[in-house]
């Protein structure tokens, strides 16, 4: 069974060279333990049983941790600072037939109203969002 986990173990760290999305590192970790396991026991039982519980363990210890370093906060880009603003509409929103314009810090934006209602041009609205290219406003209040 030796040769069996050192395969495991070879295969796992290959595929995980390959991808570089941490598919297969848990069951190389618990390959190496497997193998560990083999060189004191000739019992397959228990050797898969280790496999399995290093496995498991190492993908509910390690992978939160790593997800965490691994995550990727959203991009900030400059219309970010249109968000929270106070904004005039220059062309009535209307979600329906698909128009609709509104004035923030000196520029035209394409917008839609967030509850689908039509907003009449003139009317002061905050931006909430950004879809795309287009702000997602709701009527002052």
Same mark, same amino acid.
């Given at each position: ?12 760290? =290959? ?7 941490? %598919? ?14 083999? %060189? &004191? ?7 898969? =049983?280790?496999? *399995?519980?290093?496995?498991?363990? #190492? %993908? ?7 997800? @965490?370093?691994?995550?990727? +906060?959203? *991009?900030?880009? @400059?219309? /970010? ?15 329906? /037939?698909?128009?609709?314009? &509104?004035?923030?810090? @000196? ?13 009449? +041009?003139?009317?002061? *609205? @905050?931006? %909430?969002? =950004? +879809?795309? &290219?287009?702000?997602? *406003? #709701?009527?002052? +209040?």
């Amino acid at each position: 069974m030796i040769w069996v986990w050192i395969a495991v173990t070879v295969i796992a760290i =290959i595929v995980e060279a390959v991808s570089a999305q941490l %598919l297969s590192i848990w069951f190389a970790l618990g390959g190496i333990a497997a193998l560990i396991t083999s %060189l &004191v026991t000739d019992s397959i039982a228990v050797q898969i =049983i280790v496999f *399995v519980a290093v496995s498991v363990i #190492s %993908l509910a210890v390690i992978f939160p941790f790593v997800k @965490n370093i691994l995550k990727k +906060e959203p *991009v900030k880009t @400059n219309a /970010d600072r249109y968000i929270g603003k106070l904004a005039v509409v220059t062309e009535g929103i209307s979600n329906i /037939d698909a128009k609709g314009q &509104v004035k923030v810090d @000196n520029q035209i934006w394409s917008a839609r109203s967030e509850d689908g209602s039509q907003i009449a +041009e003139g009317t002061r *609205v @905050n931006v %909430l969002r =950004i +879809e795309g &290219v287009k702000l997602i *406003v #709701s009527a002052a +209040e």
